[in-house]
């Protein structure tokens, strides 16, 4: 019997085409001969349907696309596993989703109530990988080094502002990063050189989210690591993001191409241990499992400061987390299967 696959794909956020090009990938590298690939695909507008299987690897993202987006919405329930309905009995779902109501747990808490498998971090890790303060709060309790920063919400700032500046200014040194504390992307944060900057960039941050966090800014290289596994995770090789412009911002990220990349990075072997170590203790302490990318700062005298996971990284064959694996001996493949397996074997435990 094959496995039912299904790939959740689309969906409302801003990396809706980024995920049809994922789910395209995915489905030309999986293995027709072992599994039948089912596509779920959440429109822009957030209406979910179902295809029935996939004949053969997809030829577009319009044919992941456009043949669901008029066919009629599902309701959630007809993804319940039930027993009349053979199609919706499916083994395990992808979830290929990024970003706010994809990466954040909201989507793995609807796969749990329907008891289904999926890959990936469930919805405690997502949640709190998504979740910039949450998350440095628990790198904290893991002894993971970080930059200094101060946390608010948009009430304080409007009754307190002056008194938060102050507060900025006394414990962090310029420059300074304003990010909104949910988000991914690089959407929304902005590099503060002073007073007037940083209150502009405040507010830009809270048409994002009602809580943002301001980091110190740190001079350092930007290094990034691929962890897979559930309960004995590993590491993949070291990869730098070498941004040419001031920092890798959105437009750096995907689209003016200013950015160059180290694939695999020049480590010391001691560096390289010490970012093992940290990978693995992030991981664990955010409960993570499946995958995700630890991203670090790593200072010219090789301090290694963490910046943040991503629970669902990008994962086109070009992303950062497959390269990273592929160079450690991994194909595209493979790593699929892998995770896949992982989703499988972490289902079972659970029961
Ligand atoms: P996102 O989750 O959106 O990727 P990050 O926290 O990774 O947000 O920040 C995006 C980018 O901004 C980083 O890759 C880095 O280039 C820059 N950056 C963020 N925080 C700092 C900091 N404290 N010091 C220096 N650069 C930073
Ligand atoms: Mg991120
Ligand atoms: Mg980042």
Request: glycine fraction near 6%; aromatic fraction near 8%; charge should be negative.
């Amino acid at each position: 019997m094959k496995i039912k696959l299904g790939l959740l794909y689309g969906g409302k956020s801003a990396e809706h085409e980024v995920s049809l090009l994922t789910a395209r990938a995915v489905s030309q590298a999986i293995n027709f001969d072992k599994y039948e690939v089912y596509p779920i695909y959440i429109t822009k507008t957030g209406e979910w349907r179902k295809g029935s299987a996939l004949a053969g690897p997809a030829e577009s993202t319009k044919t992941l696309q456009f043949g669901l987006e008029t066919s009629k919405p599902n309701s959630i329930a007809s993804f319940l596993p039930v027993e009349n309905d053979d199609a919706s009995k499916l083994d395990v779902i992808f979830p290929l989703l990024h970003g706010p109501n994809g990466e954040d747990g909201t989507v793995q808490g609807l796969l749990e109530v329907l008891n289904l498998p999926y890959v990936g971090n469930g919805v405690l890790a997502s949640a709190a990988g998504m979740d910039k303060v949450v998350m440095k709060q628990l790198f904290a309790q893991a002894g993971l080094t970080q930059v200094p920063y101060v946390h608010f919400i948009r009430k304080n700032w409007k009754s307190n502002q002056e008194a938060l500046l102050q507060q900025m200014e006394e414990s962090l040194q310029w420059p300074l990063f304003v990010k909104p504390a949910n988000l991914g992307s690089s959407v929304g944060i902005t590099k503060a050189a002073n007073r007037e900057e940083l209150i502009k960039a405040v507010e830009l941050a809270f048409k994002y989210d009602r809580k943002i966090i301001v980091e110190q800014g740190i001079v350092a290289r930007e290094l990034e690591m691929s962890v897979l596994g559930n309960d004995n995770p590993k590491c993949s090789v070291v990869g730098e993001v070498l941004p040419t412009k001031d920092f890798y911002d959105y437009e750096a990220k995907y689209e003016d191409g200013t950015t160059n990349y180290a694939i695999p990075a020049v480590v010391s072997a001691e560096l390289l241990k010490k970012m093992e170590d940290a990978a693995v203790r992030a991981f664990k302490v955010l409960d993570c499992s499946g995958l995700v990318r630890a991203d670090f700062f790593v200072t010219d005298e090789e301090e290694v400061i963490i910046n943040e996971v991503n629970t669902m990284p990008g994962f086109t064959p070009i992303s950062m987390y497959p390269k990273l694996w592929i160079e450690s001996g991994l194909s595209y493949s493979d790593l699929i299967e892998e995770l896949i397996t992982l989703a499988l074997e972490r289902y079972e435990e659970k029961q």
